[in-house]
């Protein structure tokens, strides 16, 4: 059934289960309600990932075909979507799915430990869609290669990391850089508040979203050591979380080793967004604004005219990031897919393995997985 007419053709679950309470027949309490109750709400929450799967505030309405098979059962695009709901992801039955790659993007389960639960239940490798403590950290275009098979666990760092690491590596492998302070104006994302209210591990955090410039911590600069040992130590910085909806701006201010001139950091960024990380790093020149970028695959695009040279050795560079799209790109389709491509060398890089629904290419792997916490 097309999900616009089940919209209009399925009653309310939450207005039958209301009725059902006012009825002085208790039979709303027998076992075989309560289990077809909560088929109905399970149902429910499908109809609603599906309607937020289709309309997006910032990314417009979905181009393709929804519907909603069962009460378990997305399909989108012809390719079928198994929907779990485990508040353990040792519980969720990958295997029985047949998921290689399970990416972990509860934002919960951040460390080895905790994501190796979703091994347990069948699955072969897990992308950490976040910093982890102790995970090996992988950002695309940077330091993929040095993945090995037995790493089943594995971090993707964080959406500011991905775009300021590509930049970093061209940087620092042509001029090499000393120190760098690095600043991220973020857009804001859905923990901060809509209106003023507590935030015990950051007053300033707490602030309406909407009402302020709040400036915030962030350990993408120092993750960049992670995956650049190089540069271990030698970046640091910090975030301002500004009232938009989508795309953020890395300003990365660093003194070089070998002398050069801002024309020359230009031309060796051009070359590497053309040739070694074309599609991971950009390059552009026109007069450009956040909202051009929404939507934008690429890890990180560098903004020739709004960077600058104070001498030789001295500069600031501009970067921007899709924080949505382009990181969630990053993680659920470029890792996995480095994952195939040192795991299977027959799969060519047109063959794509990921999470979420296997909306492009012949994916191994095409679940969702809603997170209860």
């Known amino acids: 059934m097309a999900f616009s007419s089940l919209l209009r053709s399925t009653p309310s679950p939450l207005l039958e289960a209301s009725r059902a309470d006012l009825s002085p027949s208790a039979s709303a309490f027998r076992p075989s309600d309560r289990s077809k109750n909560h088929e109905a709400a399970g149902r429910q929450k499908l109809e609603s ?41 040792a519980e ?26 979703h ?27 040095t993945y090995k098979p037995s790493m089943d666990i594995v971090s993707n760092a964080s959406c500011t990391t991905n775009c300021l690491a590509p930049l970093a590596k061209v940087v620092h492998e042509e001029f090499g850089i000393l120190e760098g302070l690095m600043t991220t104006v973020h857009a804001t994302t859905a923990t901060q508040k809509t209106v003023d209210g507590p935030s015990m591990k950051d007053w300033r955090g707490g602030r309406g979203a909407g009402q302020n410039i709040i400036p915030s911590s962030t350990g993408a600069a120092k993750a960049v050591g992670k995956v650049l040992p190089d540069l271990n ?26 002398s050069a001139s801002y024309k020359d950091v230009k031309a060796a ?36 005219n709004a960077g600058m040279g104070l001498s030789s050795s001295f500069m600031k560079l501009v970067s921007w990031y899709d924080n949505e799209w382009g990181y969630r790109y990053s993680s659920l389709v470029s890792l996995p897919e480095a994952y195939c491509w040192f795991n299977q060398p027959s799969v060519g890089p047109d063959r794509t393995h990921g999470i979420g629904g296997g909306l492009r290419g012949d994916s191994s792997c095409s679940f969702l997985h809603k997170q209860r916490v």
């Not at 799915?97 to 389960?109: H, I, K, P």
């Not at 590497?272 to 604004?289: N, Q, R």
């Open 49 to 89: 990932m599906a309607y937020m799967f289709k309309y997006d505030s910032t990314h417009g309405v979905f181009p393709g075909t929804i519907n909603l098979l069962d009460a378990s059962t997305l399909e989108i695009n012809g390719k079928q979507i198994k929907i779990t709901s485990k508040r353990d992801p």
């Open 92 to 117: 969720i039955p990958w295997g029985d799915y047949g998921a290689d790659y399970v990416v972990e993007s509860s934002g919960v389960f951040t460390t080895v430990d905790k994501a190796s639960a």
């Open 119 to 145: 091994v347990k239940g069948g699955a072969k490798k897990v992308v950490i869609s976040a910093p982890s403590a102790d995970a090996p950290m992988f950002v695309v275009g940077v330091n993929e290669n």
């Open 233 to 258: 130590g030698k970046l640091t910085g910090m975030a301002f979380r500004v009232p938009t909806p989508n795309v953020s701006v890395v300003d990365l201010t660093c003194r070089l080793e070998k």
């Open 269 to 304: 960024i051009k070359y590497a967004s053309e040739g070694p990380l074309l599609g991971i790093l950009g390059y552009t020149d026109e007069d450009v604004v956040s909202n051009d970028f929404v939507g934008d695959s690429r890890s990180s695009i560098f903004d020739a």
